[in-house]
C-alpha cells in the first residue's frame, strides 16, 4: 500500500467523508446526532481493530507509544464527529461541509501561535475569503432547516478548530507507530469512552439511543464509508506532508455539493449562494496551503 501516493489516499479520504455525511443525513430523518456518534464509533472500533489483528504485528498492538492517539481520540473523531452532526441536522450538509473544510485555517493559526511561524499574504488573503463565505452562509435562506439557524454555524466552527488542532499530534504519533490502522483503531476507541460520558451529560434528559429500522442501515452505511476514511487519512499522513495532505482532504464540499445536489433533493436544497459560498471556503483553504 505504501506505493500508492499520499495524494490518492487524501483524495479518497474527502470522497468517502463527503459520503459519509449523505448516508448521515439521511439517517437523521428517523433519529439524533447521538445515536450517528455511538454506533458511527461501535462499527469503527469493530472493523479498525479487526483489520488490526489481522495485518499489524503484535508488538505495534501493545506499543506504550499509542496512547499517544489515545489522546486525540479524546477531542477526534467522536467530539468533532458529535458536533458535524448536529451541524448537519440543522443546517444541513451543503453548509455544514464547507466550514467543515476550514480545518487547514485553524492549523495554520496555531502554527502562528505555537510554533512561530510568520503571518503571510496567503494567510491573510484566504482568511478573508473563508470568512466572507461563512458569512455569506450564514444569511437566512430557505436551506436552513430553523429559524435563526446562523447559531448552530458554530457547530463545524468548532468542529474544524478541534481537528486542525489534532493534525499536527497525528503526524508526530504516527513516527512512532507506523501502522495507520493501529492509530485509527486506538483513537475510535478512546473516542467513543468520551463520546459516551459527554452524551450521557450533556443529554441525559433526552432520549440519546434512538435506533429504528428505517436509520440503521443509513448508520451502518455510514459508519463502514467513515472507516475507511479514516485509514485512509492516517495513511496520507503517515505518507505526506500535513500542508499537502490537508488541503486535499478538505475538498469533501465539493463531493457533497454534488451528491447533495444528485442524491438529497427531499432533505435540504443546494443554492447558487451555497455554491458560491463552498467555492469561497475552500478556494481560501487551497490558497492557505498552497501558496506559499
Known sequence: MTSIPAEFYALVNAFLFALHNMFTKKALRYSNPATAVISGLLINIIFLWGLSIL???VASLT?????????????????????SYKGIDALGVAITDPIRATTPLFSAMMA?????EKLTLAIVVATLMIMAGITLLSWRNGSMKLAGSAVFLW???AASALAGATQVVRKVGLAAVPHPLVAAAVTATSSFIVSILTLWYVERN???WKMNRQCFWWF???GLTISVAMVCIYYALDLGKVSVVIPIASTGPFFSLILAATFLRDVERVTARIVLSAAMIVGGVVLLTLWK
Open 220 to 222: 451502518l452505511a455510514a
Open 155 to 157: 457547530y463545524p466552527i
Open 63 to 83: 506499543s506504550a507509544s499509542i496512547l499517544i492517539f489515545a489522546v486525540v481520540g479524546l477531542f477526534q473523531p467522536g467530539l468533532t464527529r458529535l458536533l
Open 112 to 116: 502562528i501561535i505555537f510554533l512561530d
Open 206 to 208: 433526552q432520549q440519546t
Open 55 to 57: 495485518f499489524v504485528p
